[in-house]
Nanobody, 132 residues
Framework: QGRLVESGGGLVQAGNSLTLSCKVS????????MGWFRQGPGKEREFVAA????????IYSDSVKGRFTISRENIKNLLYLQMNNLNLEDKAVYFC?????????????????????????WGQGTQVTVSS
């Protein structure tokens, strides 16, 4: 997979929303499971959300379930993370990541990855800061 570039980070007040984008320069974007991870100050990188190549299956960490939504536009090679009702614990650098290309119909429809070790391609990250 090619280059991954995140955008959309910034400073936001608690309770407000922010949408992150990730542009992927790869013609086979639509065959890759994609995910979002984050790393807060002094913390290890943690899983946030993932989506299957088709976009039909999404998975979320318990800490963001119900507040964040992952989505993708395969025709535009774009991955999104809509973040609502942000709180102070959401402050982190957010990374988009791509897993290896898949081929079977079942995998394309349903494969969403949670483990960082299943991802081969990473962006540089975008900072999200939440103020009280």
């Amino acid at each position: 997979q090619g280059r991954l570039v995140e955008s959309g980070g910034g400073l936001v007040q608690a309770g407000n929303s922010l949408t992150l984008s990730c542009k992927v320069s790869d013609r086979s974007f639509s065959s890759h499971p994609m995910g979002w991870f984050r790393q807060g100050p002094g913390k290890e990188r943690e899983f946030v959300a993932a989506i299957s190549p088709s976009g039909l299956r999404e998975i979320y960490s318990d800490s963001v379930k119900g507040r964040f939504t992952i989505s993708r536009e395969n025709i535009k090679n774009l991955l999104y993370l809509q973040m609502n009702n942000l709180n102070l614990e959401d402050k982190a650098v957010y990374f988009c990541a791509g897993s290896r290309s898949l081929a079977t119909i079942t995998e394309l429809l349903n494969a969403a990855r949670e483990a960082p070790s299943e991802y081969e391609y990473w962006g540089q990250g975008t900072q999200v800061t939440v103020s009280s």
